[in-house]
Nanobody, 121 residues
């Protein structure tokens, strides 16, 4: 079994900052990409940012220049630093990790339970 545990969400004023964390634990042989997706009410889940084990990152257009994704491979943890937050960033943020559980196993997508981020004055 694999678990992804997120932390760091909350309420912040427009222009403020938040940092999300997501730690993977359990039966893990290796982790490929890790990242964040978000879903606002009435909208589809969308890409926020991903990062490979080698450190190559990819961002959704709406967050480029404001958000930074990073990871600590030794801790199986991915972070999302969110700056200059806007009301449109309000959503449930989900952690994602592509994990191999044993040397011959397939690559499997795992998801966290989600953490609410609300940007409002």
């Amino acid at each position: 079994q694999v678990q992804l545990v997120e932390s760091g969400g909350g309420l912040v004023q427009p222009g403020g900052s938040l940092r999300l964390s997501c730690a993977a634990s359990g039966s893990i042989f290796s982790i490929n990409a890790m990242g964040w997706f978000r879903q606002a009410p009435g909208k589809e889940r969308e890409l926020v940012a991903t990062i490979t084990a080698g450190g190559t990152s990819n961002y959704g257009d709406s967050v480029k220049g404001r958000f930074t994704v990073s990871r600590d491979n030794a801790k199986n943890t991915v972070y999302l630093q969110m700056n200059s937050l806007k009301p449109d960033d309000t959503a449930v943020y989900y952690c994602n990790a592509r994990i191999v559980q044993d040397i011959w196993g397939p690559l499997i997508d795992y998801w966290g339970q989600g953490t609410q981020v609300t940007v409002s004055s």
